[in-house]
């Protein structure tokens, strides 16, 4: 049977964001430091396991070996990430939106807060957009008192900025 070719979506080769803030970054680092300490151990279980035999029958091994490369895979993923991120340094200046500022907008008469991040920290649900976002880039630059217009769908939904923190 034939494999059906799929054509990539629009964000299928998109480079990860380097941006992420201090906490984001001490988060990663501590999930390597874990990651590093636990592959002794899974690489002495994967041994233990190589030497009772075949491998073919051996779903102990094939399991513990599955783990192993989830771990270094991680573990590559982690250093990669690390090696190439740039801390988000919150401008104390909030004349206009930068990333990492909060900026509260008012549309459809209500307010809501958002916090521009990288986009690897995004949270639609909690409030945390990237700067990549059709939003985020209407509001970064804009000022207190500004309207953006945002393309949403097959409407325009206009955000009045009512602070920036």
């Given at each position: ?17 380097p941006l ?29 396991l190589a ?43 909030t004349d ?70």
């Amino acid at each position: 049977m034939q494999t059906p070719y799929r054509k990539p979506g629009k964000y299928a080769n998109l480079k990860s964001d380097p941006l992420i803030t201090k906490g984001k970054f001490d988060e990663l680092q501590k999930e390597l430091e874990k990651l590093k300490k636990a592959k002794p151990a899974a690489v002495a279980e994967t041994a233990r396991l190589a030497d009772l035999g075949d491998f073919s029958e051996n779903a102990g091994y094939q399991f513990a070996k599955g783990r192993l490369r989830g771990i270094n895979r991680r573990i590559l993923e982690l250093e990669s990430q690390l090696d190439h991120a740039e801390i988000i340094k919150t401008q104390q200046q909030t004349d206009t939106v930068e990333i990492g500022h909060s900026v509260t907008v008012e549309f459809n008469n209500k307010q809501k807060t958002f916090q521009i991040l990288g986009s690897a920290e995004t949270d639609p649900t909690t409030g945390i957009i990237s700067q990549h976002s059709p939003l985020g880039v209407a509001l970064i630059g804009s000022a207190v008192g500004d309207k953006v217009k945002v393309k949403s769908g097959d409407r325009e939904i206009e955000y009045k900025i009512i602070k920036i923190e």
